[in-house]
Nanobody, 126 residues
Framework: QVILRESGGGSVQTGGSLRLSCLASGHPFDAASIGWFRQIPGREHEGVASLYTGDDKTYYADSVKGRFTISYDSAKKTVDLQMTSLKPEDSGMYYC???????????????????RGQGTQVTVSS
């Protein structure tokens, strides 16, 4: 059984940093697509960053390029999202999501991912 559990959310001021972590239990890390998504109430989930463990290729939304970094540790079964230079518009509930068994063709599309965590809240104040 695959279980994704996010941690590391919190409240920071503009310009601050946070590191989110997703613990993927029961989850093989070879040929897996794992991503971070965020949602604010009333809006659809937005793809923030994802990666494919088969070749370590990463994908980022234009709005976070140069500020966010996604990484993984297959031994620890974690996927982290390092967020720097945070802005108020980065606020939202952040979710970890994944697929097993190959590259996801739409790496920043929420509906393309089968396994999903419960989310962790990020609030950036001005």
């Amino acid at each position: 059984q695959v279980i994704l559990r996010e941690s590391g959310g919190g409240s920071v001021q503009t310009g601050g940093s946070l590191r989110l972590s997703c613990l993927a239990s029961g989850h093989p890390f070879d040929a897996a697509s794992i991503g971070w998504f965020r949602q604010i109430p009333g809006r659809e989930h937005e793809g923030v960053a994802s990666l494919y463990t088969g070749d370590d290729k990463t994908y980022y939304a234009d709005s976070v390029k140069g500020r966010f970094t996604i990484s993984y540790d297959s031994a620890k079964k974690t996927v982290d999202l390092q967020m720097t230079s945070l802005k108020p518009e980065d606020s939202g509930m952040y979710y970890c999501a994944s697929n097993i068994g190959g590259r996801t063709l739409a790496p920043l599309r929420w509906s393309a991912f089968l396994y999903r965590g419960q989310g962790t809240q990020v609030t950036v104040s001005s």
